[in-house]
């Protein structure tokens, strides 16, 4: 059998780099000035694209705000987006305790289901035994509501922030676990033949093929985990917890005060965007490379 030295790990593919317009002296003015404008183009469309969401955002609340006060929308059925900033900025001190609070508990659970759906993938995608032995037991597991499953562990755990952090935990496991099975599980027949006719043992195959070829699938199950893991904190925090953002939420809803409400959804939405960005953040700087087809296409239709 040989050696590990044997098999060398594959180069990370170079990162792309922007190209740009290079104007060649043997062309004619008419194409300098296409090559121009679609330059010209090119850069317009990576403005548009950075302003568009911010665009997209205050379209919304400015038509959730005219609408409210051309329907006349009482405060208590639809507050305004003014009467949710103003309830944000009065109750800062308790959002942003309570915020905190499902922070902690949503980056807890988000951590355990990386670190256990990232292991569990590895061992379901490199077997087809655990595969069929494991897969049914993952999808029954994953069907059941996971609302139903916070009183069972208030009875195991008491209220606070272990049942938060074990439904949060849940909710995000299987997408990983999924995610990183189909992209281990999927490496070419002939790829593998041929690993082991160069005398791969199995573990080298799956160190220096299957991770690397799992990684895009990886980092799409994480933007997927790291918002509905919010999901499941703010869960339990409304069935048995005596902080954070659910917990807030539902004191704010006994009282009918329904803009406080709306300012904790909009707070979690804010935690949860933000941390998508973080993913997004880290993909871009360890799996670039799987985004380059795409990238010079983009390119490449823009003609720099």
């Known amino acids: 059998m040989a050696s590990d030295a044997a098999i060398p790990a594959a180069a990370p593919a170079p990162t792309p780099t922007r190209r740009t317009a290079v104007a060649d002296p043997s062309m004619s003015p008419e194409a300098m000035r296409r090559l121009q404008a679609m330059a ?27 609408g409210v006060h051309a329907f006349n929308v009482q405060q208590f059925v639809l507050p305004a987006p003014s009467a949710i900033a103003q309830s944000m900025v009065k109750w800062w001190v308790p959002l942003l305790d309570n915020s905190w609070q ?12 990386v670190i256990f759906g990232l292991l569990l993938g590895i061992a379901i995608g490199s077997s087809s035994l655990l595969y069929h032995g494991l897969y049914p037991l993952l999808i029954g597991f994953n069907s059941v509501p996971k609302v139903a499953v916070v009183p069972i562990l208030v009875i195991w755990f008491g209220i606070g922030t272990v049942p938060a952090v074990i439904t949060a935990f849940m909710i995000s496991f299987f997408p990983i676990v999924v995610n990183v ?83 904790g959804l909009i707070v979690t939405a804010v935690m949860g965007v933000a941390m998508y960005v973080a993913a997004v953040a880290i993909e871009n700087r360890t799996t670039g490379w799987a985004m380059r087809g795409q990238n010079d296409q983009q390119l490449s239709a823009a003609g720099v």
Request: aromatic share 10%; charged share 15%.
């Open 102 to 113: 499902t922070l902690m508990t949503t980056l807890i659970g988000f951590f355990l289901a």
């Open 181 to 263: 099975a189909t992209g281990i599980a999927t490496v070419e027949p002939e790829v593998r033949d041929v690993l082991r006719a160069l005398g791969a043992r199995p573990s080298d195959i799956i160190r220096k093929v299957g991770l690397p070829r799992a990684m895009p699938y990886f980092f799409a199950s994480l933007k997927i985990a790291i918002t509905v893991a919010f999901v499941g904190s703010i869960i339990a925090e409304t069935v048995a917890a005596n902080k954070g953002i659910g917990h807030l939420m539902i004191l704010a809803s006994s009282r009918f005060d329904v803009p406080l409400v709306f300012a």
């Open 40 to 66: 010209i183009a090119q850069r317009r469309r990576r403005r548009l694209q950075a302003w568009l969401p911010w665009m997209v955002i205050i379209g919304m609340f400015a038509v959730w705000e005219a």
